[in-house]
T-cell receptor, first 115, second 112 residues
Framework: ETGVTQSPTHLIKTRGQQVTLRCSSQ?????VSWYQQALGQGPQFIFQ???????GRGNFPPRFSGLQFPNYSSELNVNALELDDSALYLC??????????????FGPGTRLTVL | QKEVEQDPGPLSVPEGAIVSLNCTYS??????FMWYRQYSRKGPELLMY????GNKEDGRFTAQVDKSSKYISLFIRDSQPSDSATYLC????????????FGSGTRLQVQP
């Protein structure tokens, strides 16, 4: 298993609510990426944080936002939840600046259900 | 058209068979290619990555990339029931957006 941890494991929310998901990156990694994986699909890139700044964003609306902290842990916030936001949310950590920076290691994910 | 296409399967093989998993991609800017294995209700686990065209071998696994035809393959030799999982291929650009672009995954079942 990787050293990437995510919390909570599962979450149930209702439409219109807000949610915060958390990720602790692997030791020595300074970059965190967030992905959304719908059932039966591959993960889709939401955004990436490097040294506390957003470093790229996928095709997701502004109600998806994030933060990275000085210890490189990260949060994903989703406002005004919609039914289609139900998915597995994955956090991946990597180390920028070296050959290995292209290796992204995933956490176990947070399964979000929106009712 | 998706940037990375992958047959969803399921692919069912007997134990000990050689498995071939394939992807095609359309983005010429991809320089790195990854294979991840994902067990049910778990996060993806990095199996192998290759840079540009060529082969890479790691134990029972061999990854191949043919950039001229935009074709990615993963071969599993002596397949085991524990190999039963969904296999995801992904492409990554060398510059710009450092985001993995995944295929939809192929579900593999290895029958004992």
């Amino acid at each position: 298993e990787t050293g990437v941890t995510q919390s909570p494991t599962h979450l149930i929310k209702t439409r219109g609510q807000q949610v915060t998901l958390r990720c602790s990156s692997q030791s020595g990694h300074n970059t965190v990426s967030w992905y959304q994986q719908a059932l039966g699909q591959g993960p889709q890139f939401i955004f990436q944080y490097y040294r506390e700044e957003e470093n790229g964003r996928g095709n997701f609306p502004p109600r998806f936002s994030g933060l990275q902290f000085p210890n490189y842990s990260s949060e994903l916030n989703v406002n005004a939840l919609e039914l289609d936001d139900s998915a597995l949310y994955l956090c991946a950590s990597s180390r920028s600046g070296r050959v290995s920076h292209n290796e992204q290691f995933f956490g176990p994910g947070t399964r979000l259900t929106v009712l | 058209q998706k940037e990375v296409e992958q047959d969803p399967g399921p692919l069912s093989v007997p134990e000990g068979a050689i498995v071939s998993l394939n992807c095609t991609y359309s983005n010429s800017a991809f320089q790195y290619f990854m294979w991840y294995r994902q067990y049910s209700r778990k996060g993806p686990e990095l199996l192998m990555y290759t840079y540009s065209s060529g082969n890479k071998e790691d134990g029972r696994f061999t990854a191949q990339v043919d950039k001229s035809s935009k074709y990615i393959s993963l071969f599993i030799r002596d397949s085991q029931p524990s190999d039963s999982a969904t296999y995801l291929c992904a492409g990554l650009m060398d510059t710009g957006r450092r985001a993995l672009t995944f295929g939809s995954g192929t579900r593999l079942q290895v029958q004992p």
